[in-house]
């Protein structure tokens, strides 16, 4: 089962005058191809990509630790943000039923999932209004093991266990992901003994849902963590093809990077099921922290913009009409939903609403779908499509694997390192400042200068 990629309506014979032409296309190809041996030379840096190939071991231990979870707790928190928190929630929404807190114990198929990617102090009370300590299990995840909003849900949760249980028993109800080396989660977790898994080096934050930070929540919960790394295998394998043609994610890129000279500057991710409503939260930030950039030719990258369908179609899709010729945007269609659902027979006297009747959800969904691409392609803008055959653990991978693929081919084409990200690191520091970290105190200074004007 093939994740699929149709890019007809990015051209300019389909599409009209603002979209690709075949001439500009083809010139990109050249360039194109030696994306793809850089990115093969690369691999031994780029580690996410061999992450489906090189963890036969430790599956079995995320897959251990699992089924001691699953025993011992009714609720898993996950503590971390951003690259640490986006993967997990992507796939368990993608994979898991659409309600599946609200289930009972006897239908879930694992603890309850909370992932804490924030530190709203309103979010840090309700978790603790909801969860019970006795049967919770906390799994931090952090790759630099320094992050502030990370350390500051940790401080807490370490607080609260040491208080109600001691804390030689930290280590039944704290689990860590992090650098094997670098930050001070790893010091805390040697202290206290904590089961601990590793970030490998070479897999950044954004790039790590198929290591331990994705796959232990996901196999926690019941997913066929597996089945997601072989998808991800098949896909980057038929991504290693310098055949432009033949290789989706590099296609993908291809596109995106002539899109931007044409003055498209916002990248949409428009998925057609509410299971992949938050792979839109994933690739915003994969997009945007990779490719947002400056080199010495300029700077770089599109806004993403996440919208869901058929939701949006009531809320954005006139502007992707009627708007200006600055977006492109992606659909993300499902050709089978796992459940079918029938539109009874109500009122059979009103035409103008029985039509519906004896049709099914997934028919007006997939009709919704077929009929926002027409408007979005007569209309001028340039879109394309991938297209899941089914949701499911396979599918899913295949999909992280493409869209990471797409990211780093775009850092090549638009020469920029796309696994860096200075702009995050200045807010970070900056935060330190704010707080008191020691060695941060001087930046206070430069943030004072700026006259504010401010009304009310
Ligand atoms: O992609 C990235 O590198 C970042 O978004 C990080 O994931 C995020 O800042 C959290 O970092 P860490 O996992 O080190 O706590």
């Known amino acids: 089962m093939r994740v699929g990629f149709d890019y007809t309506n990015m051209i300019s014979d389909v599409v009209g005058e603002n979209g690709i032409s075949p001439k500009e296309l083809a010139d990109e190809y050249s360039r194109a191809r030696k994306a793809v041996k850089t990115l093969r030379d690369k691999r031994d840096i780029i580690r996410w990509r061999d992450l489906p190939y090189n963890q036969d071991e430790i599956v079995k231990d995320i897959k251990l630790t699992a089924e ?4 011992s707790c009714k609720s898993f928190v996950v503590l971390g943000i951003g690259g640490s928190a986006l993967g997990p929630i992507a796939v368990q929404q993608a994979l898991n039923h659409l309600r599946y807190n609200e289930l009972s114990d006897e239908k879930r198929n694992g603890p309850k999932l909370y992932i ?21 299990v906390f799994n931090v995840i952090t790759k630099s093991g320094s992050t502030s909003e ?27 992901t992090t650098d094997r080396e670098k930050g001070n989660l790893i010091g805390i977790a040697k202290k206290y003994g904590l089961t601990t898994f590793y970030v490998p080096e070479g897999v950044g934050g954004r790039f790590s849902e198929l290591c331990p930070v994705g796959l232990l929540p996901a196999a926690v919960c019941g997913i066929d963590i597996e089945a997601m790394l072989a998808g991800a295998a098949m896909m980057d394998e038929i991504c290693d093809n310098d055949d432009v043609e033949k290789n989706p994610a590099l296609m993908y890129a291809v596109l995106e990077v002539v899109a931007m000279r044409h003055g498209a500057n916002i990248s949409v991710l428009m998925p057609y099921a509410d299971s992949l409503k938050y792979f839109a939260d994933w690739y915003a930030q994969l997009w945007a922290e990779s490719l947002g950039k400056k080199n010495s030719f300029g700077r770089f990258g599109q806004t993403p913009v996440k919208s869901l369908g058929v939701t949006d179609q009531h809320s954005q899709v006139q502007l992707y009409t009627d708007g200006p010729f600055d977006k492109t945007i992606t659909f993300l269609c499902v050709e089978k939903y796992r459940a079918e659902f029938k539109i009874p027979h109500a009122v059979d006297e009103n035409p103008n609403v029985a039509f519906l009747s004896g049709h099914t959800f997934n ?94």
Do not use: W
């Open 68 to 71: 001691r979870v699953r025993r």
């Open 150 to 176: 990370t350390m500051a849900q940790l401080l807490t949760v370490m607080r609260m266990l040491i208080d109600l249980y001691g804390e030689e028993h930290l280590k039944d109800r704290l689990i860590a």
């Open 363 to 456: 028919e007006l969904i997939s009709a919704e779908c077929k009929a926002t691409q027409y408007a979005v392609k007569v209309s001028g803008h340039m879109n394309k499509s991938i297209i899941l055959p089914e949701v499911n653990a396979n599918t899913v991978g295949q999909l992280i694997m493409m869209l990471e693929l797409a990211t780093a081919y775009a850092g090549e084409l638009l020469e920029i390192n796309a696994y860096d990200q200075p702009g995050v690191e200045e807010g970070k520091n900056m935060t330190y400042a704010l707080l008191g970290k020691r060695g941060f105190e001087n930046r206070l200074d430069a943030m004072k200068d700026n006259t504010p004007r401010r009304i009310i």
């Open 116 to 136: 804490e990617d924030n530190i709203d102090p309103e979010r840090m009370a309700s978790l603790m209004d909801v969860i019970d300590p006795e049967t919770t």
